[in-house]
């Protein structure tokens, strides 16, 4: 094994420019080569391949998004796509692949896998729904980011006995909302694995009122059956037999952004090292995730075109703790 190719794919995700470090320092401290692909599957499809030395990935560690840029690459799911993808590897001499991304990039790294390309997969995606990893890389600093927004919306909530209605990323699992409406005390979380009607909401909200409570706070994922617009055109409508004002904020892409927290340093850190000591003993064809504390590998196989549901057993937690 000689040569090493790494990208960022998908979704940028607090950690993996934490990642990247790992993999290039653990690589060249096994006296392997190490080259970035520019721009995720796209940048390989191209070509557009450059070296990775020790001092390229120095100070990175702290800063969010991806030095290597990335991209949702269509043409990796065509057999054009994939064929030039192949031939760059051949002609640059690339001998393994390694893929930090979620679930379309994990089905992308399968799909060159299944065409002889030897591949290892990093777990990140900030809805943290990928199968292998208990958390993958960037959701536990998108909850914080999230969180956040939610204690000082509160303030205003309390000040102007409001319901504050958050939307949050999540466009098929309600990870981030669920844990941004627990830790941050929510009434109502609304989620993709669990269809909630409007009409549900308002009547915990009206419950939460009944009780005392002077304003309220809803987090909504924005892939949710009903999602922040839909519960805001409700309210809007039944204003007046609801009793209370509705303000709404669409965190969006800000989720995404910012410097990550301690544990996505150290996660990437940890799984960009896991990745490295798969390549060395020649383990291709998996994912490189955290399961119970340690870095584990599961076969590409498993989790390639599937998604993993948010914990919904935790909503009675939350409708328990916001009485």
């Not at 991304?101 to 900030?126: D, F, M, P, T, Y």
């Not at 009206?206 to 924005?222: D, F, L, P, T």
């Not at 490189?288 to 390639?304: D, K, N, Q, W």
């Not at 993993?308 to 009485?323: F, G, M």
Request: aromatic content about 4%; some cysteine.
């Amino acid at each position: 094994m000689a040569k090493v190719a790494v990208l960022t794919s998908g979704g940028d995700a607090p950690g993996m420019n934490a990642a990247t470090r790992a993999v290039v320092r653990a690589a060249i401290g096994q006296g392997l080569e190490v080259v970035g692909c520019n721009h995720g599957y796209t940048g390989l499809i191209a070509g557009d391949l450059r070296p990775l030395g020790l001092r390229d990935v120095g100070g990175i560690i702290h800063r969010g998004g991806t030095i290597l840029g990335t991209t949702r690459c269509e043409q990796l799911q065509t057999s054009r796509g994939l064929g030039q993808a192949l031939e760059v590897l051949k002609q640059q001499e690339v001998d393994a692949l390694i893929v930090i991304g979620g679930n379309g990039s994990q089905s992308g790294a399968w799909e060159l896998s299944q065409r002889g390309v030897a591949v290892v997969g990093i777990a990140s995606s900030i809805d943290n729904d990928l199968f292998g990893t208990d958390v993958s890389i960037g959701a536990t600093t998108a909850v914080d980011v999230a969180l956040e927004a939610v204690d000082r919306l509160r303030v205003t909530a309390a000040a102007m006995n409001r319901v504050m209605l958050v939307e949050v990323m999540g466009r098929a699992c309600g990870y981030i909302a669920l844990m941004t409406g627990i830790a941050g005390g929510a009434e109502a979380i609304v989620v993709p694995e669990e269809p909630t009607e409007p009409a549900a909401v308002a009547a915990e909200l009206r419950a939460a009122y009944a009780r005392g409570k002077s304003h309220a706070i809803v987090v909504a994922a924005e892939g949710a059956a009903y999602g922040g617009d839909e519960l805001l055109e409700y309210f809007r409508q039944q204003r007046e037999s609801l009793g209370f004002d509705v303000r709404m904020t669409r965190l969006g892409h800000v989720q995404r952004g910012g410097a990550p927290g301690v544990f996505d340093r150290m996660l990437g850190t940890q799984l960009g090292c896991a990745a490295v000591a798969a390549v060395s003993e020649r383990d291709f064809g998996v994912l490189i995730g955290l399961c119970g504390g340690v870095p584990r590998r599961t076969a590409l196989s498993e989790v390639a075109g599937r998604s993993r549901p948010a914990d919904v057993e935790l909503l009675k937690l939350a409708r328990l703790l916001a009485r």
